[in-house]
Nanobody, 114 residues
């Protein structure tokens, strides 16, 4: 499967963005999908995940500001990001945990200015 992330851009602090991750084929709703991010000079870190019949899971740093969702009919994963902060600046990656392995999107850059 191929994942195509989009929706990044430049936004002022306090603003919002919605990221999308389109899959090249249907991914069952039970499959865990998630968003990760990597800031300059830092390791990639978990942001949020959804799937496997469980409630969405969020990193403490984004809890209450970000919302992960998926539209199975469109094979698309979303990340709604509100109240953005400069420390949210990073390349954001989507990921699908399939039985055949973990698949990553190419990343989309989010820059939050102060």
């Amino acid at each position: 499967v191929q994942l195509q992330a989009s929706g990044g851009g430049l936004v002022q602090a306090g603003g919002s963005l919605r990221l999308s991750c389109a899959a090249s084929r249907t991914i069952h709703s039970s499959v865990i999908m998630g968003w990760y991010r990597q800031a300059p000079g830092k390791q990639r870190e978990f942001v949020a995940s959804i799937g496997s019949g469980r409630d969405p899971n969020y990193a403490d740093a984004v809890q209450g500001r970000f919302t992960i969702s998926r539209d199975n009919a469109k094979n698309t994963l979303y990340l709604q990001m509100n109240s953005l902060k400069p420390e949210d600046t990073a390349v954001y990656y989507c990921k699908a945990n399939l039985e055949s392995g973990n698949y990553w999107g190419q990343g989309t850059l989010v820059t939050v200015s102060s």
